[in-house]
Protein backbone atom coordinates (compact mmCIF):
# COMPACT_ATOMS: atom_id res chain seq x y z
CA UNK A 1 0.00 0.00 0.00
CA UNK A 2 1.40 3.56 -0.76
CA UNK A 3 1.43 6.29 1.42
CA UNK A 4 -0.53 9.30 0.04
CA UNK A 5 0.46 12.98 2.02
CA UNK A 6 -2.18 15.54 2.98
CA UNK A 7 -1.72 18.46 5.35
CA UNK A 8 -5.51 17.67 6.32
CA UNK A 9 -7.69 14.73 6.81
CA UNK A 10 -11.11 15.16 7.66
CA UNK A 11 -12.65 12.02 9.19
CA UNK A 12 -16.75 12.25 9.05
CA UNK A 13 -19.32 9.71 10.23
CA UNK A 14 -22.18 10.83 7.35
CA UNK A 15 -21.44 12.13 3.77
CA UNK A 16 -22.51 15.78 4.74
CA UNK A 17 -21.26 16.63 8.07
CA UNK A 18 -17.94 17.71 6.91
CA UNK A 19 -20.02 20.72 5.08
CA UNK A 20 -21.93 21.55 7.98
CA UNK A 21 -18.69 20.92 10.32
CA UNK A 22 -15.67 22.68 8.60
CA UNK A 23 -16.19 23.22 5.11
CA UNK A 24 -15.17 27.00 5.27
CA UNK A 25 -12.18 26.52 7.09
CA UNK A 26 -11.73 23.56 4.08
CA UNK A 27 -11.73 26.32 2.12
CA UNK A 28 -9.03 28.50 3.26
CA UNK A 29 -6.97 24.96 3.80
CA UNK A 30 -6.99 24.63 0.13
CA UNK A 31 -6.49 28.55 -0.50
CA UNK A 32 -3.27 28.21 1.30
CA UNK A 33 -1.91 25.40 -1.02
CA UNK A 34 -2.83 22.43 1.43
CA UNK A 35 -3.80 19.12 0.48
CA UNK A 36 -7.31 18.47 2.59
CA UNK A 37 -8.83 14.65 2.13
CA UNK A 38 -11.91 12.90 3.10
CA UNK A 39 -12.67 9.95 4.70
CA UNK A 40 -16.19 9.23 4.80
CA UNK A 41 -17.43 6.42 7.39
CA UNK A 42 -20.79 5.34 6.76
CA UNK A 43 -22.89 5.07 3.50
CA UNK A 44 -25.61 7.14 4.67
CA UNK A 45 -28.15 4.97 3.93
CA UNK A 46 -30.97 5.38 6.41
CA UNK A 47 -31.03 9.43 5.48
CA UNK A 48 -34.28 9.94 4.77
CA UNK A 49 -38.06 9.94 5.75
CA UNK A 50 -38.76 8.80 2.38
CA UNK A 51 -40.03 5.32 3.49
CA UNK A 52 -40.29 4.05 -0.28
CA UNK A 53 -36.62 5.66 -0.90
CA UNK A 54 -34.56 2.36 -1.62
CA UNK A 55 -31.54 2.25 0.37
CA UNK A 56 -28.68 1.36 -1.88
CA UNK A 57 -29.92 3.62 -4.02
CA UNK A 58 -29.59 6.59 -1.19
CA UNK A 59 -26.07 5.44 -0.60
CA UNK A 60 -24.80 5.70 -4.60
CA UNK A 61 -26.83 9.60 -4.48
CA UNK A 62 -25.73 10.47 -1.40
CA UNK A 63 -21.60 9.17 -2.74
CA UNK A 64 -22.12 11.50 -5.70
CA UNK A 65 -23.14 14.45 -3.43
CA UNK A 66 -20.49 13.69 -1.36
CA UNK A 67 -17.63 13.86 -4.58
CA UNK A 68 -19.26 17.12 -5.69
CA UNK A 69 -19.37 18.51 -2.50
CA UNK A 70 -15.25 17.58 -2.28
CA UNK A 71 -14.71 19.23 -5.50
CA UNK A 72 -16.16 22.26 -5.14
CA UNK A 73 -13.84 22.57 -1.81
CA UNK A 74 -11.21 21.35 -3.35
CA UNK A 75 -11.10 18.81 -1.33
CA UNK A 76 -8.48 15.98 -3.29
CA UNK A 77 -9.20 12.73 -2.57
CA UNK A 78 -12.49 11.18 -0.82
CA UNK A 79 -12.38 7.61 0.69
CA UNK A 80 -15.38 5.79 1.23
CA UNK A 81 -15.67 2.91 3.96
CA UNK A 82 -19.12 2.14 3.09
CA UNK A 83 -19.94 1.30 6.65
CA UNK A 84 -23.94 1.38 7.06
CA UNK A 85 -25.80 4.19 8.92
CA UNK A 86 -26.36 4.07 12.18
CA UNK A 87 -24.44 0.94 12.47
CA UNK A 88 -20.68 1.93 13.61
CA UNK A 89 -19.62 0.56 16.82
CA UNK A 90 -15.97 0.72 18.10
CA UNK A 91 -14.27 -2.31 16.98
CA UNK A 92 -11.29 -3.42 16.69
CA UNK A 93 -11.69 -3.36 12.98
CA UNK A 94 -13.16 -0.17 12.37
CA UNK A 95 -10.26 1.54 14.81
CA UNK A 96 -7.66 -0.25 12.53
CA UNK A 97 -9.18 0.80 9.26
CA UNK A 98 -9.14 4.65 10.88
CA UNK A 99 -5.18 3.47 11.41
CA UNK A 100 -4.75 2.70 8.22
CA UNK A 101 -5.95 5.79 6.49
CA UNK A 102 -4.34 7.86 9.26
CA UNK A 103 -0.46 6.00 8.09
CA UNK A 104 -1.58 6.34 4.49
CA UNK A 105 -2.59 10.07 4.51
CA UNK A 106 -0.05 11.17 7.00
CA UNK A 107 -1.60 13.89 8.17
CA UNK A 108 -0.73 16.43 10.55
CA UNK A 109 -4.35 17.94 11.00
CA UNK A 110 -6.97 15.77 12.09
CA UNK A 111 -10.55 16.87 11.72
CA UNK A 112 -13.80 14.69 13.33
CA UNK A 113 -16.94 15.05 15.22
CA UNK A 114 -16.57 15.77 18.83
CA UNK A 115 -17.33 12.11 20.64
CA UNK A 116 -17.73 14.32 23.67
CA UNK A 117 -21.51 16.01 23.06
CA UNK A 118 -23.98 15.18 25.96
CA UNK A 119 -27.01 13.37 25.84
CA UNK A 120 -28.35 13.13 22.11
CA UNK A 121 -26.04 12.98 19.81
CA UNK A 122 -25.83 10.72 17.31
CA UNK A 123 -24.32 7.18 17.97
CA UNK A 124 -22.38 7.26 14.66
CA UNK A 125 -20.74 10.66 15.13
CA UNK A 126 -20.00 9.84 19.10
CA UNK A 127 -18.47 6.41 17.83
CA UNK A 128 -16.65 8.02 15.14
CA UNK A 129 -14.77 10.86 17.15
CA UNK A 130 -13.98 7.98 19.75
CA UNK A 131 -12.61 5.76 17.60
CA UNK A 132 -10.92 8.70 15.80
CA UNK A 133 -9.02 9.76 18.95
CA UNK A 134 -8.01 6.56 19.87
CA UNK A 135 -6.86 5.77 16.46
CA UNK A 136 -4.78 9.02 16.50
CA UNK A 137 -3.15 7.43 20.02
CA UNK A 138 -2.01 5.61 20.27
CA UNK A 139 -2.56 3.24 17.48
CA UNK A 140 -1.32 5.31 14.50
CA UNK A 141 2.07 6.74 16.21
CA UNK A 142 2.75 3.11 17.69
CA UNK A 143 5.32 1.00 16.24
CA UNK A 144 4.26 -2.15 17.75
CA UNK A 145 0.84 -2.11 16.68
CA UNK A 146 -0.44 -3.56 13.34
CA UNK A 147 2.56 -5.19 12.59
CA UNK A 148 1.05 -6.13 9.52
CA UNK A 149 0.42 -2.55 8.25
CA UNK A 150 3.86 -2.08 9.04
CA UNK A 151 5.00 -4.92 6.68
CA UNK A 152 2.45 -3.41 4.01
CA UNK A 153 4.87 -0.31 4.28
CA UNK A 154 2.63 1.77 6.69
CA UNK A 155 4.79 3.54 9.01
CA UNK A 156 3.91 4.91 12.30
CA UNK A 157 2.52 8.45 12.23
CA UNK A 158 2.24 10.96 14.77
CA UNK A 159 -1.04 13.45 14.36
CA UNK A 160 0.06 16.84 15.67
CA UNK A 161 -3.73 18.08 16.09
CA UNK A 162 -7.07 17.55 16.52
CA UNK A 163 -10.04 19.38 15.30
CA UNK A 164 -13.55 18.30 16.89
CA UNK A 165 -16.89 20.01 15.29
CA UNK A 166 -19.76 20.49 16.98
CA UNK A 167 -18.27 20.43 20.43
CA UNK A 168 -20.03 22.08 23.85
CA UNK A 169 -16.49 23.13 24.65
CA UNK A 170 -15.04 25.26 21.61
CA UNK A 171 -11.49 26.34 22.04
CA UNK A 172 -10.42 27.47 18.60
CA UNK A 173 -12.52 29.54 16.10
CA UNK A 174 -11.79 29.68 12.11
CA UNK A 175 -13.01 32.93 10.54
CA UNK A 176 -15.30 31.79 7.42
CA UNK A 177 -16.87 35.06 6.79
CA UNK A 178 -15.70 35.34 3.29
CA UNK A 179 -15.64 31.53 2.62
CA UNK A 180 -19.59 31.28 3.94
CA UNK A 181 -21.05 31.33 0.70
CA UNK A 182 -18.77 28.29 -1.04
CA UNK A 183 -19.98 26.46 2.69
CA UNK A 184 -23.43 27.25 1.25
CA UNK A 185 -23.01 26.24 -2.15
CA UNK A 186 -21.28 22.75 -0.74
CA UNK A 187 -24.40 21.62 1.45
CA UNK A 188 -26.45 22.51 -1.55
CA UNK A 189 -24.84 19.66 -3.13
CA UNK A 190 -26.39 17.18 -0.43
CA UNK A 191 -30.00 17.55 -2.38
CA UNK A 192 -30.84 14.27 -0.88
CA UNK A 193 -30.67 15.99 3.00
CA UNK A 194 -31.28 19.93 2.21
CA UNK A 195 -33.84 19.26 -0.91
CA UNK A 196 -33.34 21.06 -3.68
CA UNK A 197 -33.53 24.45 -2.55
CA UNK A 198 -31.82 24.99 1.02
CA UNK A 199 -34.81 26.40 3.12
CA UNK A 200 -35.11 29.63 4.64
CA UNK A 201 -35.40 27.80 8.26
CA UNK A 202 -31.51 25.92 7.75
CA UNK A 203 -30.46 29.17 6.20
CA UNK A 204 -31.05 30.84 9.25
CA UNK A 205 -29.91 28.07 11.60
CA UNK A 206 -26.48 28.09 9.80
CA UNK A 207 -25.90 31.92 9.66
CA UNK A 208 -26.93 31.98 13.29
CA UNK A 209 -24.71 29.08 14.75
CA UNK A 210 -22.30 30.83 12.19
CA UNK A 211 -22.34 34.10 13.93
CA UNK A 212 -22.33 32.77 17.46
CA UNK A 213 -19.22 30.62 16.87
CA UNK A 214 -17.70 33.91 15.89
CA UNK A 215 -18.94 35.72 19.07
CA UNK A 216 -16.33 37.35 20.78
CA UNK A 217 -14.67 37.68 17.75
CA UNK A 218 -13.52 40.47 15.57
CA UNK A 219 -14.69 38.64 12.05
CA UNK A 220 -18.73 37.79 11.42
CA UNK A 221 -18.76 33.75 10.92
CA UNK A 222 -17.03 31.11 12.21
CA UNK A 223 -16.53 27.80 12.61
CA UNK A 224 -15.68 26.35 16.12
CA UNK A 225 -13.79 23.74 16.99
CA UNK A 226 -12.20 22.05 20.32
CA UNK A 227 -8.72 21.62 19.40
CA UNK A 228 -6.32 19.59 20.67
CA UNK A 229 -2.73 19.53 20.56
CA UNK A 230 -0.65 16.21 20.96
CA UNK A 231 2.52 17.28 21.85
CA UNK A 232 4.41 13.93 22.89
ZN1 LIG B 1 -24.02 12.79 10.58
Redesign the pocket.
Known sequence: MMTKPAQVMVI???P??AEFGVAGTIVHWVREGKKVVYVVCTN?NK?TSDINMNPDELAKIREQEQLAAAKLLGVSDVTFLRYPDQALEDTPEFRKEIVRWIRTYRPETVVT?DPYRRYIW?R??RVTGQVVLDAIFPYARDNRAYPDLLEQGLQPHKVKEVLLWASEDPNYRSDITDTFDIKMAALRCHKSQVGDEISPDLKQWIIQRAKENAKGEDFELAEAFHRVEILW
Open positions: TPHDDGGAHDH
